[in-house]
């Protein structure tokens, strides 16, 4: 084809409104090895209608065709584009600049508190990665828990075009890392001329996707050089100067050549523009005053909120869990699902994974022996564990504290999905099942949410925090303590408070023991709820919350009988369960290894009976789905 010819750009919109069309004649010129030439569409602003996370807007998507023809020969591409404004806001939190710097997006000058997830591949093998099915159904799961950010993480891949596109579609904002991850790499020059390449190629590829927010250069490599993870301490000043060459020299270079539009980091964690005023390697790149954080303990119960930090922005955090026995099952033969098997031990990449699980386990949760209770406890653990962390990230958005910590506005946990069948951090396991934490990720990520706390100093906090833009008055929050040990299923206390809704608000702190005066500690727990206004008449603004105000372990658990009641058919693709139990029943659990997501798990079962819907992925074979069915609730011993 001759480089001389016509090219042709077009933006289409409704049927009533006519293409935006620019047209020029052009000769392209060689640009790092490619030929390159540029036209320009002017939309006006009043023609489009803007892009919005999920949460916060519709995702308007508009085609945009770009055609070159050369004589006889001719070329066409057809991509979907989005009209929005991301900026990362960095700027001083208080007149004191030792106080540091926000860290938070901006979407349409509204600013967005990030909640998700890390993305790792989908699939052991890569070229499996990008199956539809698979990457639909994670992205999917993603939004139907509240999600509007994921981070693709830098030990991964650059992920499909269809990857992409389902993110802007779903609304799900992309912390996009360049491939480079836990490792110190060389500074050849033939290397880095690769790597510009790949960078280019990379960036030119995926710019036009609405859904990418930033750029990262590296996951962890800048803390693992100042925190020396791989013995460079001995010749800092060289591999600093090599870091430099990659990530500044040639990687930021090189994004910022194909995409000057996006906020680039390069590193994550990093302290974002106090780590490029200290020379790109920051004395302590895990700092809570900057940028984001990577913050792992599996030492900690991490049941406890008191023991997280109050950070800018949570990029990573998480504990490990195993997947259902049935997903364990697709790679094992029976006899090795046991616990202390070969297969297991071989599915364990954390050093000491298991026995760091039984630890944290037994800090909150009773003794167990078989395989399929680990597997209940773990997920158990996980969940709380998480939304432990994600809730108090959440409360501490608004709070600006007196050492500079605080205004937390982002929260992506460690991680979103599996490459096999394997012990891990995800929420949803290979098989597409989710876990418990995934359901209750649908849960804290709502956009309000009850967070009730117990202090060091036993005080009963309740938090309520919104993402709505608008404030919500004369709503009505209401605490309930139950019995764990109830059969007649009704509250030892009921109050009822008037609360105003908007960001992050305490609205209510009050003495433990006075609150508990009816029902000690090791007897009862507490349930949050938020209504819009006479809570026997309005609809709940925020999922039913709780508290347990003393560890289970030293708790009067109750023993309770769970029962499928019964199972009927709803459309081709659902199943209504009814659930009966003789008492309180804690963290129950519904399981059937059938693809598909139940209405609610994992909770509380507060009334005698309960219904809970199950939709699965494909049509539904009822008789199938009951032989399949279980349902498990925590008992003081099993």
């Not at 927010?213 to 100042?226: I, K, S, T, V």
């Not at 060289?238 to 910022?256: C, G, R, S």
């Not at 023991?513 to 709820?529: A, K």
């Not at 009966?580 to 509380?604: C, K, M, Y």
Request: with cysteine; hydrophobic share 40%; aromatic share 12%.
């Amino acid at each position: 084809m001759s480089t001389e010819g016509v090219l042709v750009a077009s933006l289409f919109f409704d049927r009533q409104s006519p293409a935006i069309r620019a047209r020029k004649n052009v000769r392209p010129i060689l640009v790092n090895n490619h030929l390159e030439d540029r036209i320009i569409l002017n939309v006006p602003k009043e023609k489009v209608e803007l892009w919005w996370p999920n949460g916060y807007g519709e995702q308007k998507l508009y085609d945009l065709t770009v055609s070159f023809k050369s004589g006889p020969q001719a070329s066409r591409k057809l991509i979907k584009i989005g009209f929005r404004e991301i900026e990362l806001v960095q700027d001083p939190v208080a007149a004191d600049p030792d106080k540091g710097l926000s860290f938070y997006f901006k979407v349409n000058g509204v600013p967005i508190f990030a909640k998700g997830s890390n993305w790792i591949p989908s699939h052991v093998l890569p070229e499996h990665s990008a199956n539809i099915e698979r990457v639909h159904n994670l992205l999917s799961s993603a939004k139907q828990a509240n999600f509007n950010m994921l981070r693709v993480w830098g030990g991964g891949l650059y992920e499909s075009d269809m990857f992409y596109q389902l993110c802007d579609e779903l609304g799900i904002m992309v912390w996009q890392d360049m491939m480079f991850a836990c490792n110190m790499y060389p500074s050849e020059s033939g290397f880095l001329n690769s790597v510009s390449t790949e960078i280019q190629q990379q960036v030119n590829r995926l710019q036009h996707h609405a859904s990418i927010a930033l750029w990262a250069g590296n996951n962890e490599n800048e803390a693992a050089l100042r925190e020396n993870w791989y013995g460079t301490a001995h010749n800092f000043s060289l591999y600093k100067q090599d870091y430099i060459k990659l990530y500044v020299d040639t990687i930021k270079t090189a994004v910022k050549s194909a995409d000057p539009t996006r906020p680039f980091l390069t590193s994550s964690p990093s302290n974002g523009l106090e780590t490029e005023k200290e020379g790109y390697v920051s004395e302590n790149p895990q700092s809570s005053l900057y940028g984001d954080v990577h913050y792992y303990n599996y030492m900690a119960n991490g049941w406890s909120w008191l023991i997280y930090p109050k950070t800018r922005f949570a990029s990573e955090y998480g504990i490990q869990s195993l997947p259902s026995l049935a997903t364990l099952s697709q790679a094992a033969v029976p006899s090795d699902l046991v616990i202390g098997s070969k297969f297991l031990n071989h599915r364990q990449h954390l050093a000491g994974g298991y026995e760091i699980m039984t630890l944290l386990i037994y800090k909150n949760l009773p003794q167990f022996n078989s395989l399929e209770t680990f597997i209940y406890f773990s997920q158990i653990n996980q969940a709380m564990t998480v939304k432990t962390e994600t809730e108090t990230y959440r409360r501490e958005r608004s709070k600006l504290y007196d050492t500079g910590e605080g205004l937390t506005m982002g929260a992506l946990y460690w991680q979103l999905n599996d490459i096999w069948q394997a012990p891990s951090w995800s929420s949803i396991d290979y098989n597409g099942t989710w876990k418990m934490l995934h359901y209750y990720a649908k849960d804290f990520f709502a956009p309000i949410i009850t967070s009730p706390v117990v202090t060091a100093d036993s005080i009963f906090a309740v938090t309520i925090v919104s993402d709505l833009l608008i404030n919500i008055s004369s709503a009505q929050l209401v605490i309930k303590l139950y019995k764990y040990n109830s059969t007649d299923f009704a509250p030892v206390s009921d109050q009822q408070f008037n609360v105003t809704v908007s960001k992050s608000t305490e609205v209510m702190r009050t003495d433990l023991n006075e609150l508990l005066q009816v029902c000690g500690s090791d007897h009862c727990f507490v349930i949050t709820q938020l209504f819009s206004g006479d809570p026997a008449t309005t609809e709940a603004l925020a999922p039913d919350n709780f508290v347990f105000t003393t560890p289970l372990t030293s708790a009067q658990l109750p023993s309770p009988n769970v029962k499928i009641k019964r199972v009927d058919s709803r459309m081709d693709y659902e199943a209504v369960i009814t659930l009966q139990t003789d008492r309180i029943a804690l963290f129950v659990w519904l399981e059937a290894d059938i693809p598909g997501i139940f209405s609610h798990n994992g909770f509380h079962m507060l009334e005698p009976k309960k219904q809970v819907v199950f939709t699965s992925y494909h049509p539904l074979n009822v008789q199938q789905f009951i032989s399949h069915l279980k349902v498990t609730a925590l008992k003081s011993t099993m």
